[in-house]
Protein backbone atom coordinates (compact mmCIF):
# COMPACT_ATOMS: atom_id res chain seq x y z
CA UNK A 1 0.00 0.00 0.00
CA UNK A 2 3.15 2.11 1.08
CA UNK A 3 4.87 1.66 -2.44
CA UNK A 4 1.90 2.66 -4.17
CA UNK A 5 0.90 6.01 -2.81
CA UNK A 6 4.44 6.67 -3.63
CA UNK A 7 4.06 6.31 -6.93
CA UNK A 8 1.33 8.14 -6.74
CA UNK A 9 2.94 10.82 -5.06
CA UNK A 10 5.54 10.44 -7.37
CA UNK A 11 3.12 10.36 -10.25
CA UNK A 12 1.44 13.66 -9.58
CA UNK A 13 4.61 15.35 -8.65
CA UNK A 14 5.68 14.92 -12.77
CA UNK A 15 2.13 15.15 -14.22
CA UNK A 16 0.72 17.48 -12.50
CA UNK A 17 2.65 19.98 -10.71
CA UNK A 18 5.91 19.63 -12.85
CA UNK A 19 7.92 19.93 -9.75
CA UNK A 20 10.85 18.22 -8.97
CA UNK A 21 10.84 15.80 -6.57
CA UNK A 22 12.83 13.50 -4.32
CA UNK A 23 12.00 10.76 -1.81
CA UNK A 24 13.68 10.97 1.70
CA UNK A 25 13.12 9.97 5.47
CA UNK A 26 12.44 11.59 8.47
CA UNK A 27 10.48 15.06 8.63
CA UNK A 28 11.11 17.77 6.41
CA UNK A 29 10.85 21.91 7.39
CA UNK A 30 9.92 22.73 3.94
CA UNK A 31 6.44 24.12 3.10
CA UNK A 32 3.74 21.13 2.90
CA UNK A 33 1.33 20.28 0.21
CA UNK A 34 -1.31 18.17 1.17
CA UNK A 35 -3.44 16.05 -2.00
CA UNK A 36 -5.86 13.34 -1.54
CA UNK A 37 -5.54 10.37 -3.40
CA UNK A 38 -8.14 7.89 -4.26
CA UNK A 39 -6.97 4.07 -4.75
CA UNK A 40 -9.50 1.53 -6.05
CA UNK A 41 -8.36 -1.65 -4.55
CA UNK A 42 -9.66 -5.28 -3.93
CA UNK A 43 -7.82 -6.41 -0.86
Do not use: P, W, Y
Not at 21 to 40: Q, V
Amino acid sequence: MLATVKQAAENFCIHQIRESHSISEGISKKRTLIAFIDIDAQS
